[in-house]
């Protein structure tokens, strides 16, 4: 039986009833005279039409970047997908390329690629690789189209082999520069991924670290029982394939996990109740949009969004990770059997979730460029929470000062952004660093640590 959620309807109206904006050229005045950021040119001495101007097309570019990070995961899935092939994965680690190719499993796994792309079937994400060849002029079913659609997928391989040299560089140069003993040090990422495409990646892990920022949060007085009633996850991403090897799976259905985590978090924490809870959902891309919509449809009609879980037990973990891994989602959905992994992956334990339709239909996801944009929203309908983990290390400083005004124009006073990112505060602006919550993946064999900055609304 469905709980109730009237309260949860009536912030939804509101919040679904809120016009979209750019950035108001009075707000973004003082980010534009900071001579600390890295401002283009363009818009040196701007006025209201001009930024207005560079805004819709800065929109449209960072939109654009899309479909580059797509390609990425193009890549990602010919290195470890095991849903179109036999084929051994590959590591990108040290010689796993070029040893592969020498072994002729490079070669094997593309075609294998590049087939399951001429007829994908029902495998969700060789259709949408199919579609995004097919926009870059491609067709893997015409005569020559194996060849050139193969052609194409190396091309990208190359580009992705180069740009993580460039990014493992510039990573190295920003961690020169930092105290190895100041946990503040972690938030500066240094705008790692300004350059590269916009990629949908996510997992476990960052749920986690909100978890334990918002206990931190709990324990410090600074958010209180019963206290969240609206919140915002900024680009939660769909798990499609990751980048990283060690979690990266195709073996069950897309998925989405963060906006679930949160509310599964902050109901367990008891910093939000059951009933009450609203999750606006921030993205620019329309694939994790009309995931989400797709699933609230399936909601309304009584079913469940089920969510994969699993936990390579070959990897070292705190036991504070493994208890989230194991508790994920007991809070708003129900246990059930997971998908059997392949054989290839000994060791991964495996667990799944069904999230209760309800929960799922608190969840709504809004097309908004957090960098340009904010929702006008009555102060009523403003948030007490914003989540945004892997997001802001896509863009530069200036354009980071631009999303935290954005995110502070969207919440209460007082409310909360959380990202693991810092964040240049503009001056005179609305939005100041209150505090860091450092978590420990310490683990036999393994010393590693991450934080997360929270930015009180003045």
């Not at 209180?224 to 090897?245: M, Y």
Request: aromatic share 6%.
């Amino acid at each position: 039986m469905p709980r109730k959620c009237s309260l949860v309807f009536t912030i939804t109206l509101g919040l679904l009833a809120a016009s979209r904006t750019f950035s108001p050229y009075a707000d973004v005045k003082p980010i534009l005279d900071d001579q600390r950021l890295p401002v283009p040119p363009e818009l040196k001495n701007a006025d209201e039409v001009h930024w207005l101007a560079w805004a819709r097309r800065r929109d449209s570019s960072i939109r654009a970047r899309l479909q580059q990070g797509d390609l990425d995961s193009m890549v990602n899935l010919l290195l470890y997908g095991t849903s179109f092939t036999k084929q051994p994965r590959i590591s990108m680690q040290g010689e796993g390329i070029a040893a592969a190719s020498r072994a002729g499993v490079l070669r094997a796994r593309l075609d294998d690629l590049v087939a399951g792309l001429a007829s994908p079937g029902d495998n969700e994400r060789l259709v949408f690789l199919q579609r995004l060849v097919r926009s870059q002029g491609l067709d893997p079913e015409a005569p020559d189209g194996p060849r050139k659609t193969g052609v194409f997928i190396l091309q990208n391989l190359q580009r992705v082999v180069q740009e993580r040299k460039v990014i493992a560089e510039r990573d190295a140069a920003a961690k020169a520069n930092t105290e190895p003993d100041d946990a503040s040090s972690l938030l500066d990422r240094s705008s790692l991924f300004r350059d590269r495409g916009v990629s949908l990646d996510t997992g476990i892990f960052p749920g986690f670290s909100i978890e334990q920022t918002l206990r931190d949060l709990e324990v410090r007085g600074v958010l209180r029982e019963g206290q969240v009633s609206r919140v915002g996850v900024i680009g939660p991403g769909l798990d499609f394939i990751d980048k990283n090897e060690a979690s990266a799976y195709d073996y069950y259905p897309e998925q989405t996990l963060q906006p679930f985590a949160l509310y599964d978090s902050l109901v367990r924490l008891r910093l939000a109740k059951a009933n009450a809870v609203s999750v606006s959902i921030f993205d620019i891309s329309s694939q994790v949009i009309e995931h989400i919509q797709r699933s609230r449809a399936r909601a309304g009609k009584g079913t469940g969004y089920v969510i994969q879980l699993p936990r390579d037990t070959a990897l070292p973990g705190p036991p504070e990770l493994i208890g989230y891994w194991k508790s994920f989602g007991d809070q708003v959905g129900t246990p059930i059997a997971p998908i059997a992994a392949p054989r290839l992956f000994l060791g991964l334990e495996t667990r799944a979730v069904r999230i209760h339709p309800d929960v799922v239909l608190a969840c709504h996801p809004i097309d908004l460029n957090i960098v340009l944009e904010h929702l006008n929203l009555a102060a009523s309908d403003r948030f007490d929470l914003i989540v945004g983990t892997n997001i802001f290390v896509y863009y530069d400083a200036f354009e980071q000062a631009l999303a935290l005004e954005n995110a502070g124009a969207m919440l209460r006073p007082g409310g909360l952004l959380l990202t693991n990112d810092r964040l240049p505060e503009a001056p005179g602006g609305s939005m100041r660093l209150a505090g860091i919550t450092e978590v420990p993946y310490d683990s036999p064999g393994l010393s590693a640590r991450q934080a997360v900055g929270w930015y009180r609304k003045q």
